[in-house]
T-cell receptor
Framework: AQRVTQPEKLLSVFKGAPVELKCNYSYSGSPELFWYVQYSRQRLQLLLRHISRESIKGFTADLNKGETSFHLKKPFAQEEDSAMYYC?????????????FGTGTRLTIIP | NAGVTQTPKFQVLKTGQSMTLQCAQDMNHNSMYWYRQDPGMGLRLIYY???????DKGEVPNGYNVSRLNKREFSLRLESAAPSQTSVYFCASRDRDYGYTFGSGTRLTVV
């Protein structure tokens, strides 16, 4: 079974401070990891996927297979980063593509 | 390019009523999904369809049925709505290389 854990339901950070949203996963095979962001009452948008190794809106995330983690980081928080963030996992074997989400972390940036 | 379109955006039902949530995608994706989003529980998979003509249960299928009408459309039906089905419902589709695209959601209230 695949499982994603986001230990923090709420996280408040001052503007300009570093941000780290934690994500741990369990899956016996080789997973694909994602971060999705949901701004107030909007649809989920893809922020990052680990295979692309991009930096989007200043956010980065590194897959650590030893610690089974995929933490999301940003060095300097901005007010527009306030949103709900979901970590998600999908198996990489074709035909079993269910995306499993964590329970989400609500990030609030304090001006 | 509309992406994933869901209708309706809002709906209020009385307990015991039935309704169908519609979802259509214009990206020629094979896989489509229905999720529900509840506070503190993240997004949970209700049903998914890996390809036209196939459907499978997700994590929380009870009380729902689905139809993959063709490659574009994937509908979710509540035969006898219950207050526990009050939620925000998201449809998604997936391209194997690009990832998941979500609709804007349907906010359903069952009274």
């Amino acid at each position: 079974a695949q499982r994603v854990t986001q230990p923090e339901k709420l996280l408040s950070v001052f503007k300009g401070a570093p941000v780290e949203l934690k994500c741990n996963y369990s899956y016996s095979g080789s997973p694909e990891l994602f971060w999705y962001v949901q701004y107030s009452r909007q649809r989920l948008q893809l922020l990052l996927r680990h295979i692309s190794r991009e930096s989007i809106k200043g956010f980065t995330a590194d897959l650590n297979k030893g610690e089974t983690s995929f933490h999301l980081k940003k060095p300097f928080a901005q007010e527009e980063d306030s949103a709900m963030y979901y970590c998600a996992l999908s198996p990489t074997n074709f035909g079993n593509e269910k995306l499993t989400f964590g329970t989400g972390t609500r990030l609030t940036i304090i001006p | 390019n509309a992406g994933v379109t869901q209708t309706p955006k809002f709906q209020v039902l009385k307990t015991g009523q039935s309704m169908t949530l519609q979802c259509a995608q214009d990206m020629n994706h094979n896989s489509m999904y229905w999720y529900r989003q509840d506070p503190g529980m993240g997004l949970r998979l209700i049903y998914y369809s890996a390809s036209e003509g196939t459907t499978d249960k997700g994590e929380v299928p009870n009380g729902y049925n689905v139809s993959r009408l063709n490659k574009r459309e994937f509908s979710l039906r509540l035969e006898s709505a219950a207050p526990s089905q009050t939620s925000v419902y998201f449809c998604a589709s997936r391209d194997r290389d690009y990832g998941y695209t979500f609709g804007s959601g349907t906010r359903l209230t069952v009274v």
